[in-house]
T-cell receptor, first 115, second 114 residues
Framework: AQTVTQSQPEMSVQEAETVTLSCTYDTSESNYYLFWYKQPPSRQMILVIRQEAYKQQNATENRFSVNFQKAAKSFSLKISDSQLGDTAMYFCAFVLMNRDDKIIFGKGTRLHILP | GAGVSQSPSNKVTEKGKDVELRCDPISGHTALYWYRQRLGQGLEFLIYFQGNSAPDKSGLPSDRFSAERTGESVSTLTIQRTQQEDSAVYLC????????????FGPGTRLTVT
């Protein structure tokens, strides 16, 4: 069975700093997708970034980037120049490709950006 | 529609009453998911639909919970004889099966059982 682990329940950083959220996962499969979702206080889940496991290059989306280490089964999210609007719950998620399967979510990291 | 919609946005009900929660997925999205999120917690998978069949019901917590879907559109999640522990946000998500793997979420229904 696939599992996703987020070891940091809660984090706080000052505005404009860089912060890294950790995520590890476990699977015996080789073809999958990884995601980071953001859930602000409005509770709307928003996709932040996605990574295909077959791609070696780390995905980036503006201030958001990932460090994907396939051998280590690690998928961390780096937020550069953090902004107050980044305050949210962040969920790491995993899904197998070409399978009739659900996305597996981690338990989340609550991130506070301090003014 | 432009996104996944859910109704009602908030629902307060008395213990023992039945409730129905509705989800309208993005048009063309064949896969639909229901999750439960208790206060400050992560997402708890409930059920998954591919079209109007439900290949994975493994997350339904008890026989008080049921869900159905009409074709590849609206889904309803029904909770019978609600209990206080059912209080949570119920999130619905949809995706275009095999074309894209990310799920698009609705805004959720906050259920409060008093």
């Amino acid at each position: 069975a696939q599992t996703v682990t987020q070891s940091q329940p809660e984090m706080s950083v000052q505005e404009a700093e860089t912060v890294t959220l950790s995520c590890t996962y476990d699977t015996s499969e080789s073809n999958y997708y990884l995601f980071w979702y953001k859930q602000p206080p409005s509770r709307q889940m928003i996709l932040v970034i996605r990574q295909e496991a077959y791609k070696q290059q780390n995905a980036t989306e503006n201030r958001f980037s990932v460090n994907f280490q396939k051998a280590a089964k690690s998928f961390s999210l780096k937020i550069s120049d953090s902004q107050l609007g980044d305050t949210a719950m962040y969920f790491c998620a995993f899904v197998l490709m070409n399978r009739d399967d659900k996305i597996i979510f981690g338990k989340g990291t609550r991130l506070h950006i301090l003014p | 529609g432009a996104g996944v919609s859910q109704s009602p946005s908030n629902k307060v009900t008395e213990k023992g009453k039945d409730v129905e929660l509705r989800c309208d997925p993005i048009s063309g999205h064949t896969a639909l998911y229901w999750y439960r999120q208790r206060l400050g917690q992560g997402l708890e998978f409930l059920i998954y639909f591919q079209g109007n069949s439900a290949p994975d019901k493994s997350g339904l917590p008890s026989d008080r919970f049921s869900a159905e879907r009409t074709g590849e559109s609206v889904s309803t999640l029904t909770i019978q004889r609600t209990q206080q522990e059912d209080s949570a946000v119920y999130l619905c998500a949809s995706r275009q099966y095999y074309a894209s793997y990310e799920q698009y979420f609705g805004p959720g229904t906050r259920l409060t059982v008093t």
